[in-house]
T-cell receptor, first 115, second 117 residues
Framework: DAGVIQSPRHEVTEMGQEVTLRCKPISGHNSLFWYRQTMMRGLELLIYFNNNVPIDDSGMPEDRFSAKMPNASFSTLKIQPSEPRDSAVYFC?????????????FGNGTRLTVT | AQKITQTQPGMFVQEKEAVTLDCTYDTSDQSYGLFWYKQPSSGEMIFLIYQGSYDEQNATEGRYSLNFQKARKSANLVISASQLGDSAMYFCAMRDHRNTGFQKLVFGTGTRLLVSP
C-alpha cells in the first residue's frame, strides 16, 4: 500500500516567493497533520485536519502560512511570502480513527530552503 | 510546560548489546498514549511501538520493548541486540485529552543513537 506522499522532496526558493507543499494521505485515513522540523525547535505541529476540517491551527507561525484540505486525498501547505527562517523539513502525516492507539504515518518530508 | 522530556541527546552502544532510551512525560490525564518513532539519516519518521496508559503489560514489538512506569511517568524504549541499522534519532511522543482533539501528538526533542561494530 502507498504511504503518505509528499511533494516536492526538496524545494529551494528565494525570500519573498510563494511556496506550496503538497500531501496525499493514506487512503481511508481521516486525520491529516502538518509538522515542521528544525534543529532549534524540533518537531512542531502546525495544523491538523479531521475529515477535511481544520481542527487546530494554533501552531501555524503567522499569517504567511495557510493550509487547505479540499478533499480527503489532498492537502496543501502554503507559505507566502517565504522567509529564510521558514527553512525546515515539513512533514505531512495521517492517521485513522479516534483512539489513542492510532499511530501517525509520516510522509518522507519536504526539505525547504529559503535563500 | 514541556510535556515530553528526553534527557539523553546522544547514546552509544556496541552492536549486539541492549540500550535504553529514556522518556518522561507530563500529563494530568488518566487516559493517554505513548509512542516511539525512529528517524534514520534518510529523514523518514518510522513508527516503532505504542503503549496505552491502561495497558497492564509493557508493549513489545520484536527487538523493541517499553519499560513503562506509570507512577514515575516514564516510558523508556529498550532496544535489544542492537544492530548497525539502529543508528538513528529516536523520538518519544504522547497523545492525551488535554490537546485540542485527541489525535494530536506532541514530540520530545529526540535521542541520537549510534551503534558501533
Amino acid at each position: 500500500d502507498a504511504g503518505v506522499i509528499q511533494s516536492p522532496r526538496h524545494e529551494v526558493t528565494e525570500m519573498g516567493q510563494e511556496v506550496t507543499l503538497r500531501c496525499k494521505p493514506i487512503s481511508g485515513h481521516n486525520s491529516l497533520f502538518w509538522y515542521r522540523q528544525t534543529m532549534m525547535r524540533g518537531l512542531e505541529l502546525l495544523i491538523y485536519f479531521n475529515n477535511n476540517v481544520p481542527i487546530d491551527d494554533s501552531g501555524m507561525p503567522e499569517d504567511r502560512f495557510s493550509a487547505k484540505m479540499p478533499n480527503a486525498s489532498f492537502s496543501t501547505l502554503k507559505i507566502q511570502p517565504s522567509e529564510p527562517r521558514d527553512s525546515a523539513v515539513y512533514f505531512c502525516a495521517s492517521t485513522v480513527g479516534q483512539g489513542f492507539q492510532s499511530p501517525l504515518h509520516f510522509g518522507n518530508g519536504t526539505r525547504l530552503t529559503v535563500t | 510546560a514541556q510535556k515530553i522530556t528526553q534527557t539523553q541527546p546522544g547514546m552509544f552502544v556496541q552492536e549486539k548489546e541492549a540500550v535504553t532510551l529514556d522518556c518522561t512525560y507530563d500529563t494530568s490525564d488518566q487516559s493517554y498514549g505513548l509512542f516511539w518513532y525512529k528517524q534514520p539519516s534518510s529523514g523518514e519518521m518510522i513508527f516503532l511501538i505504542y503503549q496505552g496508559s491502561y495497558d497492564e503489560q509493557n508493549a513489545t514489538e520484536g527487538r523493541y520493548s517499553l519499560n513503562f512506569q506509570k507512577a514515575r511517568k516514564s516510558a523508556n524504549l529498550v532496544i535489544s541486540a542492537s544492530q548497525l541499522g539502529d543508528s538513528a534519532m529516536y523520538f518519544c511522543a504522547m497523545r492525551d485529552h488535554r490537546n485540542t482533539g485527541f489525535q494530536k501528538l506532541v514530540f520530545g526533542t529526540g535521542t541520537r543513537l549510534l551503534v558501533s561494530p
